[in-house]
């Protein structure tokens, strides 16, 4: 195997396997829209990286961490419905990210790289990156975990019975958009959303717990980027786009088993 291409694996299965159970939490929660509004602010967080002159990867992580702080903030005023606020938010920073990187003439940005991802190119250094904070992130959701699970259920049960509902929901939005961030190497800001959906989408026909039903979305994410990388080195197609569309095949697989979850 190239070693590109195992960089591109190593670095692919670390995403999936930290997305699958973050996709199921988004799932549950009807979240596919704010982490689609995130994806899109990435584009933002490049622009403040090349204004301040710091690493671009760590701008779009502080980009994506700020916003989640933004949303959480308006979404407890409720001044605007969610929807129509993720709505405005979503499409108003990638307009402003697009139209801010191109005024940088004299800096040459591979835009595509980053709306599309280009995890064959990936390092090494990447790849500890990218495993260090799938790690973090598997480790704060496991601790967190029951919380999580019982704002999922019922907010205000959960609130009744103790738990600090505001404090794990930020908490949740906060691990998405590292993840987020770092994903948009592996997949690129436009198909973030569908690597952290679509397994967990496939994941909930197969499984009866809300655990298996994490587990079984990292192991079809680990799966599709696999087979998405292998398809992008046989025919020579964009390797982001070959993992989404290789998930929504196993997605499309799992229609024939009826939804238990």
Request: net charge neutral.
């Amino acid at each position: 195997m190239p070693d590109f291409l195992l960089n591109a694996l190593l670095a692919g299965i670390a995403v999936a396997l930290v997305a699958g159970p973050l996709g199921a939490f988004a799932v549950w929660r009807r979240m596919a829209y704010f982490g689609d509004t995130l994806a899109h602010s990435a584009l933002l967080g490049i622009t403040f990286g090349l204004l301040l002159g710091i690493n671009l990867n760590l701008a779009v992580a502080i980009g994506c961490l700020l916003l989640a702080l933004i949303l959480v903030a308006m979404q407890n005023n409720r001044f605007l419905a969610t929807d129509t606020l993720l709505g405005i938010l979503s499409h108003s920073t990638l307009a402003l990210g697009l139209v801010c990187v191109s005024l940088f003439s004299n800096t040459r940005i591979d835009l595509l790289a980053y709306l599309f991802g280009d995890i064959l190119s990936v390092n090494k250094l990447d790849i500890i990156t990218i495993w260090l904070i799938s790690a973090a992130v598997i480790g704060a959701l496991i601790w967190l975990w029951r919380p999580l699970l019982a704002i999922t259920v019922h907010e205000e049960l959960a609130q009744v019975e103790g738990i600090p509902v505001n404090k794990v929901r930020t908490a949740l939005m906060l691990l998405m958009a590292l993840v987020i961030a770092i994903a948009m190497k592996v997949v690129g800001v436009l198909l973030i959303t569908a690597l952290l959906i679509i397994p967990a989408a496939g994941s909930r026909r197969l499984t009866h717990t809300p655990e298996t039903m994490a587990i079984v979305a990292s192991l079809l994410g680990a799966s599709a980027v696999t087979i998405g990388l292998y398809a992008s080195y046989l025919w020579d197609s964009p390797a982001g786009p070959s993992i989404v569309l290789a998930a929504a095949a196993l997605f499309t697989l799992t229609l024939t088993k009826k939804q238990v979850l």
